[in-house]
Structure formats: structure tokens, C-alpha cells
């Protein structure tokens, strides 16, 4: 099975960074598709934050684009959201996911990243 275990959320101040972890268990790790970072704000659809490809395309929300920086490391399962110059509009649970081969989806449990003003 795979599990997405997420960790690093919390309370920031504006203007600070924050880095959240995602570490995957199971060998479908290495047949990710795609892996992507969402959040959701209260009273708002779930968003995409950013998300790579297998090939190391990353694609960014404009709100999150020169302040935010998905990556991930294949040997030690883990995915990662560096977030820098955070503002109080990027409070929300944040989730990861990733997509393998086949397209089946994971997601992990997500994690509240308050970040005060």
C-alpha cells in the first residue's frame, strides 16, 4: 500500500518560510506520475498549490510563483514544499498527492499552515 505522511505545518509569521515534507512509503514512489502539493482555505475549493512531473516540470499557482518551490527526493521518498515570503491568503490546510503509472491517486492527510499577519 502507499501512504503519504505529511509533516512541517504550522503557525508563521507574514513574511516568514515554511517548509512542508510529504514522505511516502512503498515502492510506487518510483513510478510517480506526477506529485503536487493542494490547499484549501476555509469556505474555499480545494486549489492546486504546485505539482512535478517525472521529468522535473513544475508547475506553480500564479499566487505561489517566486515564492514557493516544490521538490522531491526519490531516495528518501519524500516530497517537499519550501514556501518563503508567506502572506496570510496562504493560510489553508495543505495537502500532497501524488499519481502514479497507473493514475491512481494518494493523498495525504493534510496540515494547517496558518500564517499570521
Known amino acids: 500500500q502507499v501512504q503519504l505522511v505529511e509533516s512541517g505545518g504550522g503557525l508563521v509569521q507574514a513574511g516568514g518560510s515554511l517548509r512542508i515534507s510529504c514522505v511516502v512509503s512503498?515502492?510506487?514512489?518510483?513510478?510517480?506520475?506526477?506529485m503536487g502539493w493542494y490547499r484549501q482555505a476555509p469556505g474555499q475549493q480545494r486549489e492546486l498549490v504546485a505539482h512535478?512531473?517525472?521529468?522535473?516540470?513544475?508547475n506553480y499557482a500564479d499566487s505561489v510563483k517566486g515564492r514557493f518551490t516544490i521538490s522531491k527526493d526519490n531516495s528518501k521518498n519524500v516530497m517537499i514544499l519550501q514556501m518563503n515570503s508567506l502572506k496570510p491568503e496562504d493560510t489553508a490546510v495543505y495537502y500532497c498527492?501524488?499519481?502514479?503509472?497507473?493514475?491512481?491517486?494518494?493523498w495525504g492527510q493534510g496540515t494547517q499552515v496558518t500564517v499570521a499577519s
Open positions: 498527492k501524488i499519481t502514479t503509472a497507473t493514475w491512481q491517486e494518494f
Open positions: 512503498g515502492t510506487i514512489f518510483g513510478l510517480i506520475r506526477f
Open positions: 512535478i512531473g517525472g521529468g522535473g516540470y513544475a
